[in-house]
T-cell receptor, first 115, second 110 residues
Framework: DAMVIQNPRYQVTQFGKPVTLSCSQT?????MYWYQQKSSQAPKLLFH???????NEADTPDNFQSRRPNTSFCFLDIRSPGLGDAAMYLC??????????????FGAGSRLTVL | QKEVEQDPGPLSVPEGAIVSLNCTYS??????FMWYRQYSRKGPELLMY??SSGNKEDGRFTAQVDKSSKYISLFIRDSQPSDSATYLC??????????WGAGTKLIIKP
């Protein structure tokens, strides 16, 4: 089945120790998104790639970086995690054409714990 | 003021009840309105979407948009324990960037 796969599902790290989360998709979608979701809060968009174009949200901290080496893979790097970065990180994809509704397909998420 | 407001709940109802979930918004330019369902420890999945005003029905689910009141609703008829999840509304002006509500946690008691 075509889908969005995130790894790892659960990540525990120490304060300040870098973390990389990965996302792969078999949907051949042209847009990939990284969201941060904390308990009882709306998902917060960190970055998205529209084809090869990288778009960084204005309020995304510099501590967060992203890479998209090819159309199928995307990585989220947290250079020095703080306690406030503990959250669920959601990867999503969509095939945006400007004509049909932009429907996002999400992965199952990576839950990050910072000790 | 947040662009999209959604009561976080939890909303607890008995099985078989009609459920009403709601969001209010402030940006009158929003045209695309969506409801996503998120089960525990999973990513959100699209449930329904509507464009502009009006109603849309899909099985036990009905989505309503009232642009004059800046208010959207999701109704669930004959609610089942498997409907227990968090329901997130999302909306967009351009059909590209989505603005999300915080989600309402729904619990259906058997």
């Amino acid at each position: 089945d075509a889908m969005v796969i995130q790894n790892p599902r659960y990540q525990v790290t120490q304060f300040g120790k870098p973390v990389t989360l990965s996302c792969s998709q078999t949907l051949n979608h042209n847009v990939m998104y990284w969201y941060q979701q904390k308990s009882s809060q709306a998902p917060k968009l960190l970055f998205h790639y529209y084809d090869k174009d990288f778009n960084n949200e204005a309020d995304t901290p510099d501590n967060f970086q992203s890479r998209r080496p090819n159309t199928s893979f995307c990585f989220l790097d947290i250079r020095s995690p703080g306690l406030g970065d503990a959250a669920m990180y959601l990867c999503a994809t969509s095939r945006f054409s400007g004509r049909a509704v932009n429907v996002l397909t999400f992965g199952a998420g990576s839950r990050l714990t910072v000790l | 003021q947040k662009e999209v407001e959604q009561d976080p709940g939890p909303l607890s109802v008995p099985e078989g009840a009609i459920v009403s979930l709601n969001c209010t918004y402030s940006n009158s330019a929003f045209q695309y309105f969506m409801w996503y369902r998120q089960y525990s420890r999973k990513g959100p999945e699209l449930l329904m979407y509507t464009y502009s005003s009006g109603n849309k029905e899909d099985g036990r689910f009905t989505a309503q948009v009232d642009k004059s009141s800046k208010y959207i609703s999701l109704f669930i008829r004959d609610s089942q324990p498997s409907d227990s999840a968090t329901y997130l509304c999302a909306m967009s002006q351009s059909n590209y960037q989505l603005i999300w509500g915080a989600g309402t946690k729904l619990i259906i008691k058997p």
